[in-house]
């Protein structure tokens, strides 16, 4: 305790202490990590029964050995289709860590073929929404423009205007997607995973998820602005206004009026 | 002339003792030791550099650089070299000056003395008598020339109606306030989405979907689309039904699962969108405030004061959901609740 006490520190360090704390704001609302995912292969009894057993050892602990969900822990898998396993076991979320507001993007803990045979045992169980193909999540092919209109419409009160991510209630955010797979995208608003709501085919058409899909493909260039701070909006933009833009006029002011030496 | 010359040197009556001014003067470095006067003026002349270096690296990032939506790096590269480049030629003139004037420049206490702010009594008297005159030669004060007084009241008054009237009249022409306690909803209207302005069947909208919906026609306005567009839009979530409790007096006014509430806050009126799917809740973005939309949008959290209004909805015969009525409240901030 006494060496502790007698430690003196540099006066720059609450300086460098803030800096580190701004940046790391700053980051954190970018850090949801993906890997890519490769077109969908047909799926043959084998694949099922291989994802069966994946699944009676990795998920049946929570979501039950028949995927009939267990009541006010893990939501029944029957009906979610394969694009529903490829996301949430495909982004990391799925295994679940520990459960929380909010289910995070994690290390994917399985191959794709594993992700694969997964996704064909729940499609197995019961009709459901299935992984798009390659053509159907092609940015080249949509038009970013229209896609833009539809995301400020239906994503960017969550999302951000450009994809950034943004705060939710309790604890839960919605995230970045500048690291998201189109597939992965797709996949999300085709089921809605966790908080989000479902943007099915009637509602948001094949054609138009395309196009939102290169809208967002085309904010992976950078903003032209200058430094973006992470597009997560007013708090990240506050923060630093406020703390480094008022702190140099404060420290220019002390300069100013202390005599010099 | 001036009429205080008489007490320019009159100084304030003390109404305490005067600490005074510390009899000592400690001088700078710079004023002893010439090596610390020649490193000040280097450290003054390199911020003026830095100011200059600035100026030609603002000029530099412009002409080499480009600004274009074809390359998004370069851009974001030339915009902030030139601000960059702009920031060091104003700080470096701006440090500069004040190094200077802290460190060079002639370094001694002075006493500047406060003087009374009274005048003196000849000039309050003068002016009295003025003012005095002025009135007498006018005749004001004394019963006559009521004509003379009156018109001239009735100009001033008047005069500010010439811009008055103009700014108030161009804010509308329409003065019907009854028509903020209305959107453009009407019985079998159609919910249709935005922007495209389809309309959506009941079977479409699947359990834990979302759709931002404008009124059938909007798009079809020639005039006022925006204020329209701004009373209308509508929520349309389909919940499972086990999970919605119906409030008392709507049994109605939802269809299976799927209810529609108005999307305008009712705090001031932001657009309320985010919908969380598994707690129902609807959350505004701009001061938080939090909807249930599983209890008619009550508020759970927030600002707010009121539920959102919830449009009544109906399904037609080629299945398509359309609306019972208009709201049956004001939509938005609670202020309008009170013009009801």
Redesign the interface.
């Known amino acids: 305790m006494r060496r502790l006490s007698l430690t003196r520190y540099h006066r720059a360090a609450p300086l460098v202490l803030l800096f580190v704390l701004l940046a790391g704001i700053t980051t954190a609302a970018s850090f949801v990590q993906s890997t890519p995912a490769s077109a969908t292969a047909e799926a043959s009894a084998d694949d099922i029964s291989e994802g069966s057993k994946l699944f009676a050892a990795n998920c049946a602990t929570c979501h039950g050995l028949d995927a009939q969900g267990t009541e006010g822990v893990a939501p029944s898998l029957i009906g979610v289709g394969a694009a529903a396993v490829d996301f949430q076991v495909g982004t990391g979320r799925m295994p679940m860590q520990a459960s929380g507001p909010q289910a995070i993007a994690k290390t994917v803990q399985f191959n794709q073929d594993q992700i694969d045979q997964l996704a064909a045992y729940v499609a197995s169980l019961a009709p459901g929404p299935a992984v798009p193909d390659a053509d159907a999540v092609d940015p080249a092919l949509g038009n970013a423009a229209n896609g833009m209109a539809l995301f400020r419409t239906n994503c960017a009160m969550c999302h951000g205007s450009v994809g950034g991510g943004g705060a939710l209630t309790q604890g839960k955010y919605a995230p970045s997607l500048w690291a998201t797979t189109p597939t992965h995208i797709y996949e999300a608003m085709l089921v809605g995973p966790q908080s989000m709501p479902v943007f099915n085919n009637a509602n948001i058409t094949p054609e138009d998820k395309r196009d939102i899909i290169a809208y967002l493909d085309e904010q992976r260039n950078g903003a032209p602005g200058g430094a973006a701070l992470g597009a997560i909006g007013p708090v990240a933009e506050g923060l630093w206004a406020w703390i480094l833009g008022m702190g140099i006029i404060v420290g220019f002011t002390v300069w100013i009026g202390v005599r010099s030496s | 002339m001036s009429i205080d010359n008489a007490h320019d040197h009159e100084v304030v009556e003390e109404e305490f003792t005067d600490p005074g001014v510390p009899e000592y003067h ?1 001088p ?3 004023d002893l030791d010439p090596k610390a006067a020649r490193k000040a003026e280097l450290q003054t002349a390199a911020l003026f550099g830095l100011s200059i270096i600035g100026t030609v690296m603002a000029i530099w990032a412009w002409a080499t650089g480009s ?1 274009s ?1 074809e390359n ?2 370069e ?2 590269r030339t ?2 070299l030139i ?1 960059l480049g702009i920031f060091l030629a104003m700080i470096g003139i701006g440090t500069g000056a ?1 190094h200077w004037a ?2 060079l420049m002639r370094d001694h206490e002075m006493i500047e003395e406060r003087h009374p702010m009274r005048s003196s009594d000849e000039a309050r008297e003068g002016a009295i008598e003025k003012l005095k005159d002025g009135a007498k030669d006018s005749g004001v004060g004394i019963g006559r020339r009521g004509l003379l007084k009156g018109s001239l009241i009735t100009a001033l008054a008047i005069a500010p109606l010439a811009v008055l009237v103009p700014a108030v009249g161009n804010m509308g022409g329409d003065w019907d306030v009854s028509k903020l306690k209305h959107s453009m909803w009407r019985q079998g209207m159609r919910l249709t ?3 495209s302005g389809e309309p ?2 009941a079977s ?9 919906v404008i009124p059938e026609g909007l798009n079809d306005l020639e005039h006022h689309k925006l204020e329209e567009k701004a009373k209308a839009v509508v929520l349309l ?1 389909r919940l499972d039904p086990r999970d919605l409790n119906i409030q008392p007096g709507r049994e109605d006014w939802s269809f299976d699962g799927i209810v529609a509430y108005s999307k305008i806050c009712t705090h001031v009126g932001c ?1 309320v ?7 129902h ?1 609807l ?1 505004c ?1 701009c001061h ?1 405030s ?1 909807f249930d939309v599983a209890n008619g949008a009550k508020v759970v ?1 927030g600002p707010a004061k009121r539920p959102l209004p919830q449009l009544p909805i109906a399904v037609d015969d080629e299945g398509y959901i359309v609306a019972q009525s208009d709201f049956h409240e004001p939509i938005g901030p609670s202020f309008w609740e009170r013009l009801k």
């Open positions: 400690r700078r470095r710079a600004v939506s998004i790096a851009t974001q915009t902030m601000g004040i802290k460190t989405k935005d922007p959506i069947k479409d909208v699947t359990i834990g979907s979302v759709f931002h979530v657009p969108a985010l919908y969380e799917q598994q707690t809740h959350l973005p938080q939090t959290f």
